[in-house]
């Protein structure tokens, strides 16, 4: 074996490129496969294809050691553990669409020399499949807990990595182990089916707490308790933990939506319904729709009104928009007959090829010129510096829904806006 093992990454997306560049770091060669033209060739000259905080840094740091390519050949001759990156899209029907994982497995030599570390999030039963279609390609579950935004601090320092491989594919799991081994999280080893579940699993539960929280923000707007406070208390029980309590108008992005859909599914094609997430998505869905109640209670009918939406990426720190609740609130919007303007700090060109009627500014300022209301929909820091006394008097009504609980409602209300927050009552406050 060579000093360092070099590494297979098939599927330069969030995961793939994190991955590959946190591996090359690690002093590993490190050879990345894409079936995106543009995006090897944009690789190749070291600009990277997603926005994410310290990677820039790491492609321009390893550059001699990660290779970008379109030719799987390439991979297969240096590496032997292969890591697939490839995404899982969420099909009509719920499912998990596997057709990429299919198409890679397609493309790998059945050769007895190679392990696919699978690093897609895939239905519990897919390694096992996999296994059958490749009896002489080892086969190693090892699911990605990082986050966009933290990405590349998330993969460097892990709470724990997940390892999930039969016995007779000891090697390999052992060879993905010793790769983990430098960044120091607790390594799970376990079996296939079980490390697939403990990545559903986990999203499910992180969205359970976010829905959760959610429906107690509701209760507190009822009862005039501020939910902030409420969870402040709850976190502090170490069963319960502080994180994933932040009340607001609901979880976005490419994984919890298709991943909690994904499991409710797997669950409902074995015979078992699967009723808490129901719920959950359910619950999800609702919370973003609550804004527009809000905004109706201050202003009456939106037509015609112009509604500013601070952020559009599906939290900060990065230019995804998928499953963004900006896209549904947009659109509920322009359902009632508003006018919607919009800024977000990265998000703009993915925002012009999805939200083709939403007029983009290119700050925060011109989007809230002459608007009836503010939403803020991503909290982005920059928000939290802006001199609201002066946007105040530059907008038709003052009127700020803080979709995050982000800022401060006494400073909002003193600067001279109308604040509604998410669960934080009648305003009564901290004491
Ligand atoms: C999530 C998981 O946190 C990662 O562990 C996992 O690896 C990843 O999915 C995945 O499966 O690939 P990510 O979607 O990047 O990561 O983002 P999160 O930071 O978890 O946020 C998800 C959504 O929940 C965001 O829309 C965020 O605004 C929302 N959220 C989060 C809340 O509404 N409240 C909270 O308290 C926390």
Redesign the pocket.
């Known amino acids: 074996m060579a000093e360092r093992e070099a590494v297979g990454v098939i599927g330069v997306g969030w995961v793939g490129l994190v991955t590959a560049a946190c591996f090359a770091d690690l002093g590993h060669e490190v050879v990345a496969v894409d079936v995106d033209q543009a995006k090897i060739s944009s690789l190749r000259r070291g600009a990277s294809t997603i926005h994410e905080p310290g990677i820039d840094g790491l492609l321009e740091r390893n550059g001699d050691r990660l290779i970008f390519t379109s030719e799987i050949a390439d991979v297969l001759d240096p590496a032997r553990l292969l890591f697939c990156c490839v995404d899982t899209p969420p099909t009509y029907s719920g499912d998990a669409d596997l057709s990429r994982v299919r198409a890679v497995v397609a493309g790998l030599r059945d050769d007895g020399e190679h392990a696919l570390v699978m690093k897609s999030?895939v239905p519990a039963g897919t390694g096992a499949a996999i296994r059958r279609d490749l009896p002489d390609v080892a086969y190693v579950s090892c699911p990605?807990?990082?986050?966009?935004?933290t990405a590349v601090a998330d993969f460097l320092h892990p709470d724990r990595v997940v390892i999930g491989a039969d016995p007779r594919d000891a090697w390999a799991a052992d060879a993905v182990a010793e790769l983990y081994r430098p960044l120091g999280g607790e390594i799970v080893r376990t079996d296939v089916a079980s490390a697939e579940m403990v990545k559903l699993a986990?999203?499910a539960f992180?969205a359970t707490k976010?829905s959760f929280i959610n429906e107690i923000a509701n209760v507190c707007e009822e009862v005039g308790a501020d939910v902030a406070e409420v969870s402040r208390g709850m976190g502090l029980d170490a069963r319960i933990g502080p994180s994933?309590?932040?009340a607001?108008i609901?979880?976005?992005?490419?994984?919890?939506p298709k991943?909690v859909s994904a499991l409710k599914q797997l669950a409902g094609n074995t015979g078992y319904h699967f009723q808490l997430l129901t719920s959950v998505i359910e619950v999800n869905e609702l919370q973003k729709r609550r804004v527009i109640g809000k905004l109706t209670k201050h202003l009456g009918s939106l037509v015609g009104k112009r509604v500013a939406l601070l952020g559009l990426a599906?939290?900060p720190d990065t230019d995804d928009m998928r499953e963004a609740s900006s896209l549904v609130l947009a659109a509920r919007l322009q359902g009632e007959g508003a006018r919607v303007v919009a800024y977000d700090p990265v998000a703009e060109d993915r925002a012009s090829e999805l939200l083709p009627a939403v007029e983009l500014c290119d700050s925060p300022g011109s989007a809230l010129e002459g608007a009836d209301a503010a939403i803020l929909v991503t909290e982005w820091p920059e928000f939290g510096e802006l001199d609201w006394p002066a946007i105040a008097g530059r907008m038709a009504t003052p009127l700020l829904v803080d979709g995050r609980n982000f800022l401060d409602p006494d400073k909002l209300r003193a600067a001279g806006f109308t604040y509604e927050g998410i669960g934080r009552g009648s305003g009564a406050g901290r004491p």
């Open positions: 999030t990605e807990f990082l986050k966009e935004g986990s999203n992180l976010i994933f309590l932040r607001g609901g979880y976005g992005g490419s994984c919890f991943d599906f939290k």
